[in-house]
């Protein structure tokens, strides 16, 4: 595998459901993000990591749970899932996160997150 | 507040020319970004611009003016493989990408 890898692909989940999405980077990198896309919005930044540490939470609902077990590895638990919470959920890396303006982000595919 | 406007969508046709804009007010500024994004695809990275002028990449060549917040990327020799959504972040005081909804281009033969 190379890149940025997201499984799965897609997901149906009803509001009760608790489930997981998993983001795995094979670039060495050292910086992890989880975004939000929905339809004609732009990208929202939900969570960032930095050698592990969370460093930022942008007034993201508690029903989304980041988790970092490594640098390679970005989970998002998920619980109680709201309608309008379906979108594209994206994550991404970059080298690194603090005063590297110019360090781009490389992005998986994402998972297409439908909450019914 | 901080606002990346971008048009919603552009048309072109195979083999033209088209420029993509991008107009910014953010609190402070750290660089900007282009990124494709082919539909139901990841983004990908396209060009970097932090000082002023024109940088060219191939096809694409992407200019900023800071003085003006406003940027843009052309494509030139428009091809059917370059329909795809052309986003454009700005990197703000905190290194924090802000990111516009998207330009959709839509290249016709």
């Known amino acids: 595998e190379t890149g940025v890898t997201q499984t799965p692909r897609h997901l149906v989940m009803g509001m009760t459901n608790k489930k997981s999405l998993k983001c795995e980077q094979h670039l060495g990198h050292n910086a992890m993000y989880w975004y939000k896309q929905s339809a004609k919005k732009p990208l929202e930044l939900m969570f960032v990591y930095n050698f592990k540490e969370q460093t930022e939470n942008n007034s993201v609902p508690s029903r989304f749970s980041p988790e970092c077990p490594n640098s390679s590895h970005l989970f998002l638990h998920l619980h109680t899932l709201q309608p309008e919470d379906s979108a594209l959920y994206l994550c991404a890396s970059s080298q690194e996160r603090a005063q590297a303006p110019s360090y781009e982000q490389y992005f998986g595919p994402g998972t297409r997150l439908t909450v019914t | ?109």
């Open chain 2, 1 to 109: 507040g901080q606002n990346i406007d971008q048009p919603t969508e552009m048309t072109a046709t195979e083999g033209a020319i088209v420029q993509i804009n991008c107009t910014y007010q953010t609190s402070g500024f750290n660089g900007l970004f282009w990124y494709q994004q082919h539909a139901g695809e990841a983004p990908t990275f396209l060009s970097y611009n932090v000082l002023d002028g024109l940088e060219e990449k191939g096809r694409f060549s992407s200019f900023l003016s800071r003085s003006k917040g406003y940027s843009y990327l052309l494509l030139k020799e428009l091809q059917m493989k370059d329909s795809a959504s052309y986003l454009c972040a700005v990197s703000d005081s905190n290194y924090q990408l802000i990111w516009g909804a998207g330009t959709k281009l839509i290249i016709k033969p």
